[in-house]
């Protein structure tokens, strides 16, 4: 059974920092892997999504890498401002379309 | 614009009264799906559907109902609530590729 974990749950950093999230999948036969930003009480916002034959996607200050033989995958998001605080979702999709979800990380960007 | 709307944002009823949740998308996806989102527990699916009258259960199907009898919309039926599906409800839409989600509905039960 397909499982996917993301670390750290939450993560404060100043603005300006480089940071990285990470998520890891337990079954490395995916059909792609998507990145969604969550804020408070709202709804899923995709950001990223990388196929399964791709290594990584870039949107303005955000970049996904995906590696399925090990599992992984990171989300850098460079230069952070506050207003990048939200929680930051992984999910990763079979071919049946199925999409699992991570717990999310938090992320609070202070000014 | 790509959309997957959801009606009502927020509900809030009694245990035992039927209810149901629109769900409509405007993009001719194939794919759409029911998760419901709870603190501690994530993201869970409750019913998916990969075309037109064609359903199955997700992770946590138990006290919900769906149906599709047309591809735009899938509407998410709670036949007889219960205070344990209080909760934060999505609707996705996908291909397959991108999933694309509604904006949530918050359901309690008292």
């Known amino acids: 059974k397909q499982e996917v974990t993301q670390i750290p749950a939450a993560l404060s950093v100043p603005e300006g920092e480089n940071l990285v999230l990470n998520c890891s999948f337990t079954d490395s036969a995916i059909y792609n892997l998507q990145w969604f930003r969550q804020d408070p009480g709202k709804g899923l916002t995709s950001l990223l999504l990388?196929?399964?034959?791709?290594r990584e996607q870039t949107s303005g200050r955000l970049n996904a890498s995906l590696d399925k033989s090990s599992g992984r995958s990171t989300l850098y998001i460079a230069a952070s401002q506050p207003g990048d605080s939200a929680t930051y979702l992984c999910?990763?999709?079979?071919?049946?379309?199925?999409?699992?979800f991570g717990q999310g990380t938090t992320l609070q960007v202070k000014p | 614009e790509a959309q997957v709307t959801q009606n009502p944002r927020y509900l809030i009823t009694v245990t035992g009264k039927k209810l149901t949740v629109t769900c409509s998308q405007n993009m001719n996806h194939e794919y759409m799906s029911w998760y419901r989102q709870d603190p501690g527990l994530g993201l869970r699916q409750i019913y998916y559907?990969?075309?037109?009258?064609?359903?199955d259960k997700g992770d946590v199907p138990e006290g919900y109902k769906v149906s599709r009898k047309e591809k735009r919309n899938f509407p998410l039926i709670l036949e007889s609530p219960s205070p344990n599906q209080t909760s934060l409800y999505f609707c996705?839409?996908?291909?397959?590729?991108?999933?694309?989600f509604g904006q949530g509905t918050r359901l309690t039960v008292v």
């Open positions: 990388i196929q399964s034959s791709q």
């Open positions: 559907s990969m075309n037109v009258e064609v359903t």
């Open positions: 996705a839409a996908y291909t397959g590729a991108e999933a694309f």
């Open positions: 999910a990763v999709s079979s071919n049946t379309g199925k999409l699992i």
